[in-house]
């Protein structure tokens, strides 16, 4: 897809949302004035004008893809949410549900009874039941399972039996599987029989009578080639594997590195059990870099942007404590040195700016280091390495920007001294802020915790306490 037509289909979707918020305004509006309104056939009116203009919302809901119904619904405010969400066709609820994001999928649940609930599940494949089914109410998921075949249960079980970050948690169970020993054109005539194949299938995957993985054979590998070819002669018999024990995570970096568009996950005895696709993997970075983002801030979850605001409150509170308790040593750290500002009141126009230019060199020196993290860039081996390069990235910056801002506080105050303090509390401040971004992510890392954690907020922290005394520090020392 080009970028005229992402930028098409985007403009589309804001279209199609804001004509579905034009309907519920005009259906509040509405009924508002029919309520005002007195008379015989008022009830009547009421009801025609109401089931009007939910008519046309849901045929625009039809429309739609359920993925631009997620979007829709993840834009809107619970009440109007909820009254979109009764309009969709209960078919699409499963798939639906499976789009739209945590936070927002809990909302919808809440507002389903059982039955509605089982209706919604039942169309759904072993995998994308084992994706929902921890949100669901318990009796909901002993019915449903009571339901399933033997080897419908049995995948679903296997699934749920893996954690969420585990390869195992994320596989498909949809695939076609051939022989090495035939031909590709008794594969093609398979193939010809079955009524559709699984999605983002690029490969078949071969294997024996006892299921154990020889091999994979791509979809253009068998159109190519001559039909009377042995599976075995054109296969890849070293296709990637995965594991159901895995990182997902490692997975999702492992289809990007290698750009696969599927690959066999396979038990300790190479027996095939299941699949990745491109898909799960697209969404599992996404949501890896949501809550990257979420945790620099210090959010300790995805958060529903029209959730209440006892929940909203509940989510954010911790960090802000913190972050309330460092702003405090920062204003004592200036209370150390009221009498150098009362002396100098200049010192109190330029502290700012060495702190905050602190803390945007340490916010980036942290964002490079988690990134890295992530990726499994950084090991024991190059961490005094990398140390040194941020450190020197820091000095040469603080050199170079302190003397600018050195030259501006000279020319400003006409103190060529103020100037030097200004670049060497400046450099300082750098130092100590890529110090503490390579620091502070290492050290969460190694009690367990996310690196991006918070970091932002304690990376601030730091340069701003960290800057205020350096600034001043010097300043009594030298200038006072």
């Given at each position: 897809m080009t970028e005229n037509e992402v930028k098409k289909t985007q403009e589309s979707l804001q279209d199609r949302l804001a004509q579905v918020v034009e309907l519920l305004q005009r259906q509040r509006v509405v009924e508002d004035l029919t309520h005002r309104q007195e008379g015989h056939h008022h009830d009547?009116?009421?009801?025609l004008v109401h089931r009007q203009n939910l008519v046309e919302l849901q045929r625009k809901l039809d429309d739609l893809h359920s993925a631009d119904v997620a979007y829709i619904l993840e834009a809107l405010p619970l009440d109007d949410r909820l009254t979109v969400?009764?309009?969709?066709?209960?078919?699409?609820?499963?798939?639906?549900?499976?789009?739209?994001?945590?936070?927002?999928?809990?909302?919808?649940?809440?507002?389903?009874?059982?039955?509605?609930?089982?209706?919604?599940?039942?169309?759904?494949?072993?995998?994308?039941?084992?994706?929902?089914?921890?949100?669901?109410?318990?009796?909901?998921?002993?019915?449903?399972?009571?339901?399933?075949?033997?080897?419908?249960?049995?995948?679903?079980?296997?699934?749920?039996?893996y954690d969420e970050e585990q390869v195992g948690a994320l596989m498909d169970f949809e695939m076609v599987t051939i022989r090495e020993d035939v031909s590709l054109e008794v594969v093609l005539r398979y193939l010809r029989r079955l009524k559709e194949l699984p999605g983002?299938?690029?490969?078949?995957?071969?294997?024996?009578?006892?299921?154990?993985?020889?091999?994979?054979?791509?979809?253009?590998?068998?159109?190519v080639n001559d039909p009377d070819k042995q599976v075995a002669d054109v296969m890849a018999d070293d296709p990637v594997v995965f594991h159901p024990e895995e990182d997902a995570y490692d997975a999702a970096q492992a289809f990007e590195r290698?750009?696969?568009?599927?690959?066999?996950?396979?038990?300790?005895?190479?027996?095939?059990?299941g699949r990745l696709t491109i898909d799960e993997m697209v969404d599992l970075i996404r949501?890896?870099?949501?809550?990257?983002?979420?945790?620099?801030?210090?959010?300790?979850?995805?958060?529903?942007i029209f959730a209440s605001v006892w929940r909203s409150l509940r989510n954010r509170w911790a960090w802000l404590a913190i972050n309330l308790i460092t702003a405090f040593v920062a204003s004592r750290v200036i209370g150390l040195f009221e009498g150098s500002i009362e002396k100098l009141v200049a010192l109190a126009a330029l502290m700012p700016i060495v702190a905050g230019i602190g803390g945007n060199s340490g916010n980036q020196t942290i964002t490079m280091i988690v990134r890295a993290m992530a990726l499994d860039q950084v090991?024991?081996?190059?961490?005094?390495?990398?140390?040194?390069?941020?450190?020197?990235?820091?000095?040469?910056?603080?050199?170079?920007?302190?003397?600018?801002?050195?030259?501006?506080?000279?020319?400003?105050?006409?103190?060529?001294?103020?100037?030097?303090?200004?670049?060497?509390?400046?450099?300082?401040?750098?130092?100590?802020?890529?110090?503490?971004?390579?620091?502070?992510?290492?050290?969460?890392?190694?009690?367990?915790?996310?690196?991006?954690?918070?970091?932002?907020?304690?990376?601030?922290?730091?340069?701003?306490?960290?800057?205020?005394?350096?600034?001043?520090?010097?300043?009594?020392?030298?200038?006072?």
């Amino acid at each position: 897809m080009t970028e005229n037509e992402v930028k098409k289909t985007q403009e589309s979707l804001q279209d199609r949302l804001a004509q579905v918020v034009e309907l519920l305004q005009r259906q509040r509006v509405v009924e508002d004035l029919t309520h005002r309104q007195e008379g015989h056939h008022h009830d009547l009116v009421e009801n025609l004008v109401h089931r009007q203009n939910l008519v046309e919302l849901q045929r625009k809901l039809d429309d739609l893809h359920s993925a631009d119904v997620a979007y829709i619904l993840e834009a809107l405010p619970l009440d109007d949410r909820l009254t979109v969400w009764q309009l969709v066709k209960a078919e699409r609820d499963g798939d639906i549900l499976l789009e739209v994001s945590d936070s927002v999928r809990e909302t919808l649940i809440a507002d389903m009874d059982d039955h509605e609930l089982l209706a919604a599940a039942k169309e759904m494949d072993a995998d994308e039941l084992a994706d929902l089914a921890p949100e669901l109410p318990r009796d909901v998921v002993h019915e449903l399972m009571e339901t399933l075949d033997g080897q419908q249960r049995e995948r679903v079980r296997s699934a749920l039996s893996y954690d969420e970050e585990q390869v195992g948690a994320l596989m498909d169970f949809e695939m076609v599987t051939i022989r090495e020993d035939v031909s590709l054109e008794v594969v093609l005539r398979y193939l010809r029989r079955l009524k559709e194949l699984p999605g983002h299938t690029d490969k078949l995957f071969v294997v024996d009578y006892d299921g154990i993985l020889k091999g994979v054979l791509p979809i253009k590998r068998l159109l190519v080639n001559d039909p009377d070819k042995q599976v075995a002669d054109v296969m890849a018999d070293d296709p990637v594997v995965f594991h159901p024990e895995e990182d997902a995570y490692d997975a999702a970096q492992a289809f990007e590195r290698y750009d696969l568009v599927s690959a066999p996950v396979v038990d300790k005895n190479g027996r095939l059990i299941g699949r990745l696709t491109i898909d799960e993997m697209v969404d599992l970075i996404r949501e890896e870099s949501e809550t990257e983002v979420l945790n620099m801030a210090g959010l300790r979850e995805e958060e529903d942007i029209f959730a209440s605001v006892w929940r909203s409150l509940r989510n954010r509170w911790a960090w802000l404590a913190i972050n309330l308790i460092t702003a405090f040593v920062a204003s004592r750290v200036i209370g150390l040195f009221e009498g150098s500002i009362e002396k100098l009141v200049a010192l109190a126009a330029l502290m700012p700016i060495v702190a905050g230019i602190g803390g945007n060199s340490g916010n980036q020196t942290i964002t490079m280091i988690v990134r890295a993290m992530a990726l499994d860039q950084v090991s024991p081996g190059n961490t005094s390495r990398l140390m040194r390069k941020e450190l020197a990235v820091a000095l040469i910056n603080g050199v170079v920007w302190g003397g600018v801002i050195g030259v501006v506080a000279y020319l400003l105050y006409g103190s060529w001294s103020l100037g030097v303090v200004m670049t060497a509390a400046m450099t300082l401040n750098l130092l100590l802020a890529a110090l503490m971004g390579v620091l502070i992510p290492m050290t969460l890392a190694r009690l367990g915790r996310d690196p991006a954690m918070g970091a932002s907020v304690m990376i601030t922290a730091m340069t701003d306490s960290g800057g205020f005394f350096i600034f001043l520090g010097l300043a009594t020392i030298f200038l006072l």
